[in-house]
C-alpha cells in the first residue's frame, strides 16, 4: 500500500476501527433483507510525508451517488458559520459584482447563497445530483460533477476565472488529492485566493474523535501534509485559522506564490499543535485506540445500565460519524430504539450496519426517551436546545466524545 500523497509505502497505523458500513450509505426498508457489507476501516500515516489516510479506499461513486444523504442546511449552527465566513471573505478580499465566486462541493447552496444574496456571481460544483438539484432549485447555478483537472480545465476554457474558491468538508473527500489541487490551481484567477476548510487531525487526536473516521474521508488533514502538496502545484498557505467547527477544523487560505503576505504567527501556532499531536509519535498512536477502546467500553456499560433499568434510550442525528460509533461499539436497536433526524432524506430509512430506524422528530412524542444519545456531538449545543424545548424535563442527554459524559 503506498501513499497518496507522496507514493511512500504505508506500513505505520495511527487507529484500526475494525470493519465498518459506508456511513452515509442508509437503508432502505425494502433491503433490510439483503446482506450488510462491512469494509475495513484503519488509518495509515506516511512516514515519509505525514499524510495520514485510509488503507483501503472505495470508489468514490459508491460513495457520493445520486440518493446522496448529506445536506449541509440542516444545522442554524452551520449556517450562522457560512454567513459569518462569505461576510468576512467580502469583506477581506474586496470581493464584488465583478468577481466570480466557485465552490467545490457546494452541497445545496448553503454558502454561495450568501455570496449570491450581496450580488456576487458564484458557480457551485456538486457531484452528489439529487444534492445539485436542491441547489439549482435555490436559484445557485450548479454543476453536477465530480472536480479535478479534466473539470477545470474545461472551466477554464469557458472563461471561467474565480477569485474566490471555496472548499469546505471536501479536500478530505477525494482519493486523488493530487487531481483535486492542481484543478484549483488551472481554474484559479492569479490574484486568486482559496479557501479550504477540514476538521484538523490534531484534534481527531487529541479529542478521540475517531468517529470521524469513515470512508468518505479518504484522508485526515494538517497544515504538514498539505503544504507539500500545495507547493507542488506552485500554490502556497498564507494564512491558517483554528476553528471550532466539526469538532475543531482548520481553515486554509491558499493562493499563488509570492502573491500574498504569509501569516507566520499563524502558522507557525498550527505547526507547533501538530507537533504536540504527531501522527508518527508511537505513544499518540497507542493512546487513540487505546482511549476509543475505552468509549466503546464506556458506551456500552451506560447503555447497558440504562437498558436494565428499563429505560428508553433513542439517538439524535443520524450523522456520519454517528454510525462509526455504532459500527464500533456494536450498537444495535436492541440499546438504541431510533434515531432522530430533520433530514427528510434519512427519514424512514435504517441506519448501516446497525440497522436502527431513523425517524422524525414526531417519534419523540409517539414514543418518548429517557435518554438521548447526541450522535452529533458537534452540534449538541443546538441540539440539546432544540430538545430540551421537545422532551419532558429530566430526560437525559449523553455524548460519547471526547468521552461518555452527560451534559448538563
Ligand atoms: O465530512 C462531512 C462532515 C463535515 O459533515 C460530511 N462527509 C458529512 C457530514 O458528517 P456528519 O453527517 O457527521 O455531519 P453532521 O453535520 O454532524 O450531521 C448532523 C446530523 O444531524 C445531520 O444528519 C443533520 C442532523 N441534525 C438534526 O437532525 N437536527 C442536525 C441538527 C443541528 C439538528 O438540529
Not at 164 to 182: G, K, R
Not at 241 to 266: C, D, M, W
Request: charged share 20%; glycine share 6%; aromatic share 10%.
Amino acid at each position: 500500500m503506498n501513499c497518496r500523497g507522496c507514493g511512500f509505502e504505508l506500513n505505520d497505523v495511527l487507529i484500526d476501527l475494525g470493519h465498518s458500513a459506508i456511513s452515509n450509505d442508509l437503508i432502505l426498508r425494502s433491503d433490510l433483507a439483503s446482506p450488510q457489507t462491512r469494509y475495513p476501516l484503519k488509518v495509515m500515516v506516511c512516514r515519509n510525508c505525514s499524510f495520514v489516510q485510509l488503507s483501503e479506499t472505495l470508489e468514490r461513486d459508491a460513495l457520493f451517488t445520486n440518493e446522496y444523504v448529506y445536506f449541509s442546511s440542516f444545522s442554524d449552527t452551520w449556517l450562522v458559520h457560512s454567513q459569518e465566513f462569505a461576510a468576512a471573505m467580502i469583506a477581506r478580499f474586496k470581493l464584488s459584482e465583478s468577481d466570480l465566486i466557485v465552490e467545490v462541493a457546494s452541497n445545496d447552496g448553503y454558502l454561495l447563497q450568501y455570496f449570491q444574496q450581496s450580488g456576487i456571481s458564484v458557480l457551485g460544483i456538486e457531484p452528489a445530483e439529487n444534492v445539485a438539484k436542491s441547489a439549482i432549485q435555490k436559484g445557485i447555478p450548479t454543476v453536477s460533477e465530480f472536480f479535478g483537472l479534466e473539470l477545470a480545465k474545461k472551466l477554464a476554457g469557458e472563461g471561467f476565472r474565480p477569485k474566490l474558491m471555496s472548499a469546505n468538508n471536501v479536500l478530505a473527500h477525494v482519493p486523488d488529492i493530487h487531481d483535486f489541487v492542481s484543478g484549483f490551481s488551472e481554474l484559479l484567477h492569479p490574484e486568486g485566493v482559496i479557501s479550504f476548510e477540514f476538521p484538523h487531525l490534531s484534534n481527531l487526536i487529541k479529542e478521540n474523535q475517531f468517529d470521524t473516521i469513515y470512508h468518505e474521508h479518504f484522508s485526515y488533514l494538517s497544515y504538514e501534509s498539505l503544504n507539500p502538496i500545495f507547493l507542488k502545484y506552485s500554490l502556497e498557505i498564507f494564512d491558517v485559522e483554528q476553528l471550532p467547527t466539526h469538532g475543531g477544523s482548520l481553515r486554509l487560505f491558499v493562493g499563488f506564490k509570492n502573491k500574498h503576505t504569509i501569516n507566520a504567527t499563524a502558522i507557525n501556532s498550527v505547526k507547533s499543535i501538530e507537533g504536540a499531536w504527531n501522527p508518527l509519535d508511537r505513544e499518540v498512536c497507542k493512546t487513540l485506540q487505546m482511549q476509543s477502546r475505552q468509549i466503546k467500553y464506556d458506551l456500552l456499560d451506560e447503555l447497558l445500565k440504562l437498558k436494565r433499568d428499563g429505560l428508553r434510550v433513542v439517538g439524535y442525528g443520524a450523522a456520519a460519524k454517528g454510525n462509526t460509533l455504532l459500527n464500533y461499539v456494536g450498537i444495535d436497536s436492541d440499546l438504541i430504539d431510533y434515531v432522530v433526524d430533520l433530514n427528510p432524506a434519512k427519514q424512514g430509512k435504517f441506519l448501516p450496519g446497525s440497522l436502527i430506524p431513523v425517524d422524525g422528530m414526531n417519534k419523540l412524542i409517539d414514543s418518548p426517551p429517557d435518554a438521548v444519545l447526541i450522535l452529533a456531538w458537534n452540534l449538541a449545543p443546538e441540539i440539546h436546545t432544540q430538545l430540551n424545548q421537545v422532551l419532558a424535563d429530566g430526560t437525559k442527554y449523553f455524548v460519547a466524545i471526547p468521552k461518555v459524559s452527560y451534559l448538563l
